[in-house]
Each structure stands twice: as C-alpha cells, then as structure tokens.
C-alpha cells in the first residue's frame, strides 16, 4: 500500500527525519520546562494521586525509611482506591530506586509516552503514503497547546493516548495486511489501551468497528476468524482486571457519581460541550479534522474517523458531568482530531510542494517551525507564569504543626492531596460546596448536618482547615466549630485553622 | 476541475449561491444585533465613546427644542479633537436627527457597513478562487468572533474595512479588465478608504503596488494612464484633508506617541503580535491562510496577495506599540486572511469533489461548514452578552449631578473622562494613567509626577477617581490627594476631592 508518489521533499529521507527529529526534540523540551515546579498547574488531585500510589509503592520496600513514613506513605498508596492499573505509577516508583522520590519524574514519563504516541502518529500516516500530512499532523499533536499542559501530567491519561495512537496504527495496519500476526498485535495494542484506562474503549471501539463494517458485508465481517481474535484479545485483559478489581479491592465504588442523564436533557450541556471541544482541540483544527472525514480516499480510515468521533460524543453522553469539570476526560479528542487533519494535510502539503520551487519549499518548512515556535512560547509562558514551588516548605510546615501522627478531618480544595503528599498527613475529608451539589445532583440527600459532624469526627484528633473559600462558603461548620471547639493554630494569611476536637469549649 | 464544486452544489444555478449569500449576509447582520441597546463598552470603549461624543454635538447643533446651556454643554462635549474627518459621526448625527440620540444607531451603521463589506468580499474572492470559496471565506469574515464583537463598534474601522474590500474587489476586476470603469472606481473606493481612515494606506497601497509591480508590470503601469488616474484619486480626498487639517486643525499632534521602533529589536513585540493575530482571527486560520498563499497563481493571484501581506507587516512595523494595544488594529487583517485562505479552501474543495461525487457527501459537507459557522457565531453572540453594561449611565449621571456640569474637573476615570462626558453631561481633564506614563517613558519622555499635578489641578475644583486600581498604581498622587484635599462626595465606586479648598498643610 506504501508507495512513493510523496511530496519531493519528503521523499529525501534525511530531510524527513531531521524535522520528525526536530519535532521530537522540540516537544519534549518544552514538556521538560519547568520540569521541577509541583504538578499543580493542571488538576493536581488527579496528580497528587498518582504521586502518592507511586511514592507509596517505592517506601515499601524502602530499607531505609523510617518506619513511621514506611506506614504511612504504605497507607497512604493503598487508601487510594483502586480505579485502572497503576501502570504509570508502578514504573515511577522503580525508577525512584534509582533517582530517590523525585516529583517530576511523572512528568518525565508522561512526556515521553505521549511523544511515543506521535510516533505512532506518524507511521500511520506512513502506513497511509500521507507523509507529508503525518508531518502536519504530528506537529499538532505535539504542540497543540491543550496537549502540551496535559502530556506532562502524572495521570495515566498520557499513557492511554499514546496506547490509543498504537492501537490505531495496528489496526489499520492489520486492515492493510489482515494477517495473523497483525491481527494479534491489533488486539494486543488495543487491549493495552483500554487496560490502562477503561474510557479509551469509546474512540477505539469506535475505530475498530468502523473499520470492520468499511469492508462491507456483515456475514463476511462475521465469518472473519482474525475479527473475533481481534475482540477477544482486545477484551481479555480488560475483564480480568475487573474481575480482580470487583472482587479483590473497591473498584466497583468507582463507578458511583459517575452517570448523570440528567444533564443529557439540557441544551446548554451540549453548547458547552461543543465550546469545550473546539477550544481544546483549536476551532481550525477540529473543522479540518471533520472535513479531512471526507477527503479520506479510501473507507478504512474514513469510517475509523467517523467511528472514532462517534465513540467521542458516546463517552460524553455517559460521563456528561466529568466532560465539564475535567478538562482531562477531552484527551483522546486530540488524537482523533490528528487523525482526521493527517489527509486534509497531507493533501495541502503535497500541493504545496508540488507547485512551487525550492525556495518555497524551504519557506513552507520554516513557516511550520515558525508555528511550533510561537505555541511552543505561548505554552512556555504559560508555564513560566505559574511557580508553585513555595508551596513545598507551607506544607511540609502544617504537616509539623499538625503533628504527622494525628488523625485528622479535613477541609480542603484538593481532597487533603497535598497535606498528604507534602506534609505527611493522612486526613478524612470533610464534603467541599462541589461534593454536595454533586451529590445532590446525583438525587442523593443531604445528611443531617449535626449527625453527620458527630460521624465524621469520632475518633480524630483535629479539624484542619486549609480552604478558605470552602471555610467562607461553608457558614454551618464554620459556625459549629468556632463555637464548639477550640482554635489551636491559624493563619489566615497562609489559609489554615486548626480546632482540638479532643476539648470542645462550651458554646 | 476547478468549478466542479460550483456545479455540483450550485448546479450552476446562480439563484442559489445568490440565496446563500443572502442568507450569509442577513445572518452576519442579524448576529450584531443581539444586545443592540448595551452602551458600547464592551470594545474599545475610549474610542466609542469618542465618536458618540462628536457625534452628539453635531446633532445637537440642529436640535432646537433642548435648553440652550445643555445644547451648548453637549456641542462643547462634542470637541474632542480630531484623528479622523467625522464621516461616520456626520451619518449617525444625521440620523440622530430622524431617531432622537441613540448610541445604538451607530451599531448599526456599522454592522450594516460591515456586512456590505462581506458582499465585496464575495464577489472578490468568487473572482479570484471559486464560488465555493467565497462562500466559505465570507462566511469565515461574517461570523469570527472577534469580528462580529469589533465589527459593530462606533469608530471609523468597520466602514473603513469595508472600503477596503471595495477597493481590493475593484483592483482585482481591474487587472483582470483594463477597464476606465475599473480603475476609477478603484480610485473612488480607495480615497475614500484614506479618507474615512489614513491608516487603510497600508492594505489598500500593498495590494495596489503588489497588482503593479507582480500582477502587470511597473514598465507596463508606468506607461498606463489608468495606473495613474487610480494612483491619483486614491490620495486627492486625504491629501486635501490631510492638508487642510495639518494647516486649520492642528492634526500634526496626531502623529505623535505613535512610532516606537526600538520595539522592532525587541523579540517579546513579534510573539505579542502573533498572539494578537491569535486572538483576532485563530492560529489555524491565520496559519492556513498564509500557507494558502503557496496554493495561488503567480501571476494572477498571488501579487495581490503579497502585496496585502506585506501591507499589513508594514503596518505593525510602524505601528509597534499600538498593534498589540489596540486590538482594533487587527481589523483589516480578517479580510486578508479570508482571501488568502480562500486558496486553500479552493483547492480543498476540488479534491472534496474529486473524492466525492455524490450528493451525500456533499451534504455532509454542507453540514460540516454549517456546523462550524453556527459554533463560531455562538463564540461570537457568547461574547456579545457577556456584559451588561446598562447600570453606567445612571452612575455617570450622578456623578455629574454632583460636579454640577460645569467646568474645573480632572479626573482619573474611565476611558479618559469619556463616560463621565456623555453620560454625566460633564467635561473634565484626564489625569494620567499608568499606561500613559508608560507610553511617555517608551517614547523617551521624562515626567515629573509632582510638576505635573500642579499644572494640571491649577483652577480646578473637583479631582474625581473612579478607576481605584489606577489610583493604587500612583501612590504618590493617592497619598497627596488623600492628605492634602478634602473629599467633597465619596461611595464605594467613586471619590471626588476638593481642589479648591485644600487642608492647611500644602503640598
């Protein structure tokens, strides 16, 4: 399928790989800015998560730890519930046996998963003798500047993109070859993706049935032994995983707050969600991507794309309140919209190259790296205008203050994340104003205030308040605590109240 | 090949592309309506309100039933000073007439200006590329959101853009024609581009001169008595102004604070620039538009284009400073980009057809396009209700029933003591802000904060702050103010002080 009617330019192979290498090289430099400030610059929950899962893992088996963060940084890792395989942070927490618990280390791998998925990116679009269009759409994969802040978060969403990327350059090298051997590695990838984060099954299942049905009759599809080896393998790993996870840990808790039909009967939803998408993905990029459908020029890739933004807009209509609050869940999008810019692209460049002399030639190489250059500045000062490593010492300080013993309730913006990370302190939460109206839009009521306070702080040593808007917004507690218990320790200028819940005052 | 999309969606039938740009055209126009009664604030409001200003002066030079102190107050309000001959303040004034005042007419004019623009436009890039084309680059110049926001302000750029597109769709029917018709029209439209706004001398000269010296010869045009009639008629009407207000209006203060080219050596100007481009027209569409340019003609296409770009370069390059302050700047900048990703649209569209000869494909397209201006005119009504600004006029009355409308105000205000003029029917001098400190210090000037507040508060009695974030950036004015002046009337939104009686310890 391969042939060599490509653009001149990309014909010359030393040429093609330089500026693959320059892309390369490029993408993970600004990925590596700021390397060591702390991951709260994109939702750093999710990150202090992973952080924690990982540096857990690493201090049990720790030798030199003291025993007292040995147990904590353990109950730390396995208080987090289970919600897919901690791929990512079980190879984090081998390297820190290397390099010792080091922050950014996350951020090393995410990077560079994610430029291994543009890697796959790129021998699709060989594998579809668009080479020139690969190019185009490398380089918006690499740098579109959504991606350029998420690639670099220690989430396993990264991970699951570039093993979406994989998968899809299997699967359609399978359907260019249908061998055996492709079948097994299409199922393979693909099963991959979707063990390492379950939500990936929505573009690749998307994919992988629209290249089915492309060929046409269904008794044929169905009679098609390498298809069933396909969905099989695909599903193994998957299943297994959640058979252990039902059966072993929590993972069915996982799935509570999660599905919300509710929102499906507001119109405004679906306005939001379309401002959301044409944002993350760059208006021009996700109208080129659509028209690119059509200027597929064979039904493989074609129906893939339309598979592929249909498996996008069922994963929004089944998590419609994640698709609104976290701008994460919109990941795969990039990969799809690169997917459909590979023909429109490539059939630009082709034009161009063809048309016009040398000197244009150099010119159209030098207006794209002028392109990477100014995302690659506007992510970078983006980057730069943030620095969150003072938050480190403020932490670690509460953490002192606090005592690293104590059992704690907690008030806070991160769900007590960095208290935790930061400061060695292990908290129960107290709901925040999101919780609640979450809750409450899930139909769940709302507990008594009294009997839930009496629940929640039964055994613990202190209620810690490190929010203060939450402590603004939450008038009932704020009013139960400063007249029932005494306030040890605050700084408002820091943003903390501590109350003794050992020796409540009498209002 | 190149008009089978013109076939196969228009099947040649000139009715329906007719429609279609009707429909495009009331759409655009019916876009710019929404929130058509908020005080136009929401864009460069200082230059608005300027216009209103003149606006309401020249109107009130007719009206005969208003007291004679508010007539005068309103034609003294009105003498703002002059940066361009008043054309579109004359046409509201005279409308005003007919209506009453109304700051909502000029929107109008405007809009409408600018949606005549987009007929131009057509009927150019139709001439240059295809129909198909001209459908999508105007719908692109309609519906971008900056545009639809910019487009419908009180200020000469809207009228201007809109000449300007009548020129260039006259100069390009010229080189394809020769003919007297073509070039004195180009003459017409031109002058008047100049002369509603100089600053049009950059786009409408880069085209002229590209279509001379690329499109049919310096040696050929210098010989031509068409070339000089246009060159002609294009500076007669500024010419005279220019004159005429360089001797009588003493416009030469006009030109100053306005040329900063240190900034070319400074690296951060060209990324605020592209930034700026960002904001205005996209990263995608602006980046495809100039590798469309690689898709053009060399004869026939591309020396207009050329010419525009380099037009539109020149143009940052002299005005540095104000081409990433004033985003309004920009505004010519949609047509260029509009034409010149026509190309590429062009030759998009020919491969569409070449892939998909159906009628469902087309469709499909149809839709796509349809899709994509529908989320691109919500971007664009999202920002027109962003804001409401209907609570200004009541505040800026009040604040002028307390200066009592007469003479002897200096204020720190909003849009240089524009709002307190039409709403609160009182004058008063602009006391510095800190941008415009620093826009004297670009340009080299020293001040002395001191000297200067003596000079400017000498007779005056009132000091009016309303702009506290301003106030905090000049604490030595603050601190005097606070320590030396009575405050005469204060809220939580304003502050006056008392100039003329001052507390014992002078300053």
């Known amino acids: 399928m391969e042939n060599d009617n490509h653009p001149k330019l990309f014909v010359k192979p030393w040429l093609t790989t330089a500026l693959i290498v320059v892309l390369f090289v490029a993408a993970l430099g600004i990925r590596l800015y700021d390397l060591t ?29 003291s ?18 395989p901690p791929i990512m942070e079980a190879l984090t927490a081998l390297t820190y046996d290397f390099t010792g618990v080091q922050i950014w280390i996350g951020r090393i791998y995410a990077s560079l998963f994610w430029l291994s998925g543009g890697l796959a990116i790129w021998l699709l679009a060989r594998k579809m003798s668009m080479r020139g269009g690969g190019i185009i759409a490398l380089a918006y994969f690499l740098f579109v500047p959504f991606a350029v802040t998420v690639s670099r978060a220690f989430l396993p969403d990264p991970l699951m993109v570039a093993a979406i990327a994989w998968a899809l350059w299997a699967l359609y090298r399978w359907e260019l070859r249908h061998t055996w051997k492709a079948a097994i590695l299409a199922g393979v990838l693909t099963g991959l993706a979707i063990l390492i984060k379950s939500v990936a099954v929505f573009p690749l299942l998307g994919a992988a049935v629209g290249l089915v049905v492309s060929r046409g009759s269904l008794k044929r599809i169905l009679a098609d032994k390498q298809t069933w080896a396909v969905v099989g393998i695909t599903a193994i790993p998957t299943i297994i995983y959640y058979i252990y996870g039902f059966t072993s840990s929590d993972l069915g808790s996982q799935f509570s707050l999660r599905f919300f039909p509710e929102m499906l009967k507001d119109p405004s939803f679906y306005v939001r969600w379309l401002f959301l998408t044409a944002g993350f993905s760059g208006f021009a990029a996700m109208f080129a991507s659509l028209t690119g459908i059509l200027l597929f020029p064979s039904n493989g890739p074609r129906f893939m794309a339309i598979g592929m933004w249909i498996g996008y807009i069922a994963y ?62 506007l992510a970078r000062n983006s980057m730069a205008s943030a620095n969150y490593r003072d938050e480190a010492a403020f932490w670690q300080e509460l953490g002192q203050t606090i005592g690293h013993d104590k059992s704690i309730v907690e008030l806070s913006g991160d769900y007590g994340y960095r208290l935790a990370y930061l400061g060695w302190v292990n908290g129960s939460q107290w709901s925040t104003t999101a919780d609640v109206a979450l809750r409450s839009l899930a139909g769940q009521s709302q507990p008594d205030f009294a009997t839930d306070f009496a629940k929640r702080i039964a055994g613990m040593d202190l209620f810690v308040i490190t929010s203060p808007p939450e402590w603004q917004s939450q008038a009932d507690l704020r009013e139960y605590l400063t007249t029932h218990y ?9 943003g903390y109240w501590i109350f003794d819940l050992h020796d409540p005052v009498s209002p | 090949m190149k008009r089978i999309f013109a076939k196969i969606i228009f099947r040649e039938r000139p009715w329906m592309w007719k429609m279609t740009l009707a429909l495009m055209l009331l759409g655009g126009f019916a876009l710019r309506m929404i929130n058509l009664t908020n005080p136009p604030l929401d864009f460069a409001p200082t230059r608005q309100l300027f216009s209103a200003l003149k606006a309401r002066g020249m109107y009130y030079q007719y009206v005969t039933d208003a007291p004679d102190g508010k007539r005068q107050l309103a034609i003294s309000l009105g003498d703002v000073g002059i940066v361009e001959p008043p054309v579109l303040e004359t046409i509201v004034a005279q409308t005003y007439r007919l209506t009453g005042d109304h700051l909502w007419i000029a929107r109008i004019y405007s809009s409408l200006f600018w949606v005549l623009g987009g007929l131009a436009l057509f009927l150019l890039i139709r001439e240059l590329a295809s129909t198909g084309a001209a459908i999508i680059g105007t719908l692109f110049y309609l519906f971008v959101p900056f545009g639809v926001v910019a487009s419908r302000t009180f200020m000469p750029d809207p009228l201007m853009v809109a000449l300007i597109i009548f020129t260039l769709w006259t100069l390009f029917r010229w080189q394809n024609t020769a003919r007297w018709k073509w070039a004195i029209l180009f003459g017409i439209f031109g002058g008047l581009a100049l002369f509603v706004k100089n600053l049009s001398v950059f786009i409408i000269v880069g085209g002229f001169a590209g279509v001379i010296l690329g499109a049919r010869g310096l040696k050929r045009s210098i010989r031509d008595p068409q070339a000089w009639v246009m060159a002609v008629l294009l500076v007669l009407p500024v010419g005279i102004y220019m004159l005429y207000g360089s001797l009588r209006l003493n416009m030469g203060s006009q030109f100053a604070l306005r040329f900063f080219p240190k900034m070319w050596l400074d690296p951060a100007f060209y990324f605020r620039w ?67 990703l026509a190309f590429g649209i062009r030759w998009l569209l020919e491969r569409f057809a070449k892939y998909n000869p159906g009628i469902l494909s087309t469709v499909v397209l149809v839709g796509i396009v349809l899709f994509g201006t529908v989320v691109q005119a919500w971007y664009g009504r999202a920002r027109l209700v962003s804001s409401d600004y209907r609570n200004e006029p009541a505040f800026w009355a009040e604040i002028g029933d307390k200066l009592g409308h007469g003479p002897g105000v200096i204020g720190l205000t909003q849009d240089y003591g524009y709002r307190l003029a039409y709403w609160g029917w009182q004058g008063s001098a602009a006391w510095f802000t800190s941008a415009d400190i620093g826009v004297r210090y670009l340009a080299g000037q020293d001040i002395d904060l001191m000297q200067m507040f003596t000079e400017d508060t000498a007779g005056k009695k009132y000091f009016l702050v309303t702009m506290f974030g301003e106030f905090d950036n000049q604490p030595v004015i603050k601190d005097l103010l606070y320590s030396h002046y009575p405050i005469f009337a204060q809220t939580d939104e304003y502050v006056i002080f008392d100039l003329e009686h001052p507390s014992e310890s002078q300053p």
């Open chain 1, 486 to 494: 005494q306030l040890i320790a605050s700084d408002e200028g820091d």
């Open chain 1, 67 to 84: 025993e007292w963060q040995r147990n904590l940084a353990v109950a730390q890792w396995k208080g987090e519930g289970l919600i897919e």
């Open chain 1, 316 to 377: 929004g209509l089944a998590f419609p309140y994640h698709f609104m609050t976290h701008d994460y869940y919109h990941l795969p999008l990039i990969v799809i919209v690169t997917f459909g810019l590979i023909p429109v692209a490539d059939l630009l460049v082709r034009q161009v190259m063809q048309k016009t002399g040398g000197l244009w030639q150099a010119a159209f190489i030098g207006l794209l790296l002028f392109g990477i250059s100014m995302q690659m500045w």
């Open chain 1, 37 to 65: 400030d702390l991951p709260n610059d994109f939702y750093m929950v999710r990150q202090y998560r992973s952080l924690l899962i990982a540096r857990g893992m690493y201090y049990e088996h720790l030798p030199t730890a």
């Open chain 2, 274 to 340: 592209d930034a700026m481009i960002n904001n205005v027209v996209g990263f995608g569409a602006s980046m495809f538009a100039i590798v469309s340019i690689f898709l053009t003609d060399k004869k026939r296409e591309r020396p207009l284009l050329f010419g525009l770009w380099i037009g539109y370069f020149l143009f940052g390059m002299t005005f540095p400073y104000h081409f990433y302050t004033h985003d309004y700047y920009q505004l010519s900048l949609i047509p260029i980009v509009a034409i010149s």
